[in-house]
Nanobody
Framework: QVQLVESGGGLVQAGGSLRLSCAAS????????MGWFRQAPGKEREFVAA????????AYSDSVKGRFTISRDNAKNTVYLQMNSLKPEDTAVYSC??????????????????WGQGTQVTVSS
């Protein structure tokens, strides 16, 4: 049974930092691209970042570029999202996901076939 478990969310003041982790179990995803998405109340799920299977490529949404960094450790079957200079508009439930392919970084949520349950990030002003 495949499981993705996110952790590291919480309440932080604007300008602060958080590091999210997503640990996978049940199978290895070392040959899959992985991504982070977020969903704020009343809004659609949106792409945040993605990373290729070997960390050779990364992609970010314009709203987080320069502030967030995605990384992965295939030995630990874990992907991370370092979030710096957080803003109130970053408040959302953050979820990790596994793509079906390895190297092409995609922003559409429907192409990802495994999802975690999400972790809440709240940024106060």
């Amino acid at each position: 049974q495949v499981q993705l478990v996110e952790s590291g969310g919480g309440l932080v003041q604007a300008g602060g930092s958080l590091r999210l982790s997503c640990a996978a179990s049940g199978r290895t995803f070392s040959r899959n691209a992985m991504g982070w998405f977020r969903q704020a109340p009343g809004k659609e799920r949106e792409f945040v970042a993605a990373i290729s299977w070997n960390s050779g490529s990364t992609a970010y949404s314009d709203s987080v570029k320069g502030r967030f960094t995605i990384s992965r450790d295939n030995a630990k079957n874990t992907v991370y999202l370092q979030m710096n200079s957080l803003k109130p508009e970053d408040t959302a439930v953050y979820s990790c996901a596994v793509d079906r392919i390895a190297s092409v970084l995609r922003r559409e949520s429907y192409v990802y076939n495994y999802w975690g349950q999400g972790t809440q990030v709240t940024v106060s002003s």
